[in-house]
């Protein structure tokens, strides 16, 4: 028998999965260990790490937080494991072209708008500037709703 998180009334966070039916592109990383960012929360844009490896976990593709003028390959996704949250140095799961994600909207947007991550906001997305991180899948009427993105990235 499966059961989902609804059935238990959990509800869902922002960087949660939606909408994969049991098939994700979601892969493991390794957040990393040289990183300047000291923690970040589910959602959050990464990128990959141009020849980085990890010497702890070296299996692992090495990422850091996509920063203004990056592409970002997809967002951290939520764990219970972690509380939502990840160091330098973590293994942590991103979501990969084709995943639809739960995300914050940075402002209104509209049902099928490409969107950008926000580098000023990271975890938020916004309307297209820049490079494209993926295509809202429902409305956002303000700063701070929820919605799911599919994510899709695109050099600008």
């Not at 990959?48 to 592409?71: I, R």
């Not at 099928?112 to 997305?125: H, I, M, R, T």
């Amino acid at each position: 028998m499966e059961f989902n998180v609804n059935q238990f009334k959990q509800g869902v966070a922002v960087g949660s999965l939606d909408l994969t039916n049991g098939v994700s592109s979601a892969m493991s990383v390794c957040l990393d260990p040289d990183s300047t960012t000291t923690k970040i929360e589910a959602g959050t844009p990464l990128k990959f790490v141009k020849g980085g490896v990890s010497t702890t976990h070296s299996t692992y593709p090495l990422v850091d937080v996509a920063k203004a003028g990056d592409v970002a390959i997809g967002a951290s996704i939520y764990s219970l494991h972690s509380g939502g949250t990840s160091k330098p140095g973590d293994i942590l799961e991103v979501s990969f072209k084709g995943c639809v994600q739960r995300l914050t909207a940075g402002e209104a947007i509209d049902r099928g708008a490409e969107v950008s991550f926000d580098p000023a906001n990271l975890g938020k997305v916004v309307a297209l500037s820049g490079a494209r991180f993926g295509f809202a899948l429902d409305n956002a009427a303000s700063d701070e709703d929820e919605i799911r993105v599919i994510i899709d990235p695109a050099k600008a």
